[in-house]
T-cell receptor, first 114, second 111 residues
C-alpha cells in the first residue's frame, strides 16, 4: 500500500519568505508527527497530531512555526519569515495510534533558505 | 523526560563481520523500542522493533536485545554487507508514549 508522502521533495527559498510543507499520512493512521533533521544530525521532534488536534506542540522552535491537520489526514507545516537556520530536512511520520506504535516515515522535504 | 543515548556515533566494519549498536534509556515506563535505518537522501525506515515483554527478537541477519533491568537495548547485524551502510537510529517511548530518538550511528561497511 501507499506509504507516507511529502511534498515538495525539495524547496529553495529566500530568507524572509514563508513556506508550506505538506504531509499525506498512511490512510487510516490517526497519529501524525513532524520532525526536523539538520545535516548529519538526529531527529528533532516538532509537533504531534492525534486526529486534527495537536496535544503536543512542545518541539516547535519558535512562533514562526505552525502546523495544522484537516480531515484527520493531510497536514501542513508552515514556516513564516524563514531564516537560514531553518534549512534542514523536515520529516513527517504517521502511526495507527499514538501510544507505543510504530511510526512510518515519509521521504522528507529538503528545505534550503538562502 | 526520556533520554536516549546511542553509541557509537560511527562504526566501520569489514564486510562479513558483525556490527553492534547500543542504546540506553532513562524512563522505566518505556516499553517499545524500534530501530530505524536511514539511507542517504531518504526517510528513516523501520528495520526491527521489540516490546518490553520480550528480551530478544531476530529477523534474518538483524537481532535486537533488551535488558529492562539495566535499561539498555542493542542492535546486532551479522554478516554485514555493503548495503547495510547507513545511519541507524534507536528509539524508546517516553511516559506519554512518544518516541525519543538516539543521535544515530553512521555504519560503514567496507568490502
Amino acid at each position: 500500500g501507499a506509504g507516507v508522502s511529502q511534498s515538495p521533495s525539495n524547496k529553495v527559498t529566500e530568507k524572509g519568505k514563508d513556506v508550506e510543507l505538506r504531509c499525506d499520512p498512511i490512510s487510516g493512521h490517526t497519529a501524525l508527527y513532524w520532525y526536523r533533521q539538520s545535516l548529519g544530525q538526529g531527529l528533532e521532534f516538532l509537533i504531534y497530531f492525534q486526529g486534527n488536534s495537536a496535544p503536543d506542540k512542545s518541539g516547535l522552535p519558535s512562533d514562526r512555526f505552525s502546523a495544522e491537520r484537516t480531515g484527520g489526514s493531510v497536514s501542513t507545516l508552515t514556516i513564516q519569515r524563514t531564516q537560514q537556520e531553518d534549512s534542514a530536512v523536515y520529516l513527517c511520520a504517521s502511526s495507527a495510534r499514538q501510544t507505543q506504535e510504530t511510526q512510518y516515515f515519509g521521504p522528507g522535504t529538503r528545505l534550503l533558505v538562502l | 523526560g526520556e533520554n536516549v543515548e546511542q553509541h557509537p556515533s560511527t562504526l566501520s566494519v569489514q564486510e562479513g563481520d558483525s556490527a553492534v549498536i547500543k542504546c540506553t534509556y532513562s524512563d522505566s515506563a518505556s516499553n517499545y523500542f524500534p530501530w530505524y535505518k536511514q539511507e542517504l537522501g531518504k526517510g528513516p525506515q523501520l528495520i526491527i522493533d521489540i516490546r518490553s515483554n520480550v528480551g530478544e527478537k531476530k529477523d534474518q541477519r538483524i537481532a535486537v536485545t533488551l535488558n529492562k533491568t539495566a535499561k539498555h537495548f542493542s542492535l546486532h547485524i551479522t554478516e554485514t554487507q555493503p548495503e547495510d551502510s547507513a545511519v541507524y537510529f534507536c528509539a524508546a517511548t517516553d511516559s506519554w508514549g512518544k518516541l525519543q530518538f538516539g543521535a544515530g550511528t553512521q555504519v560503514v561497511v567496507t568490502p
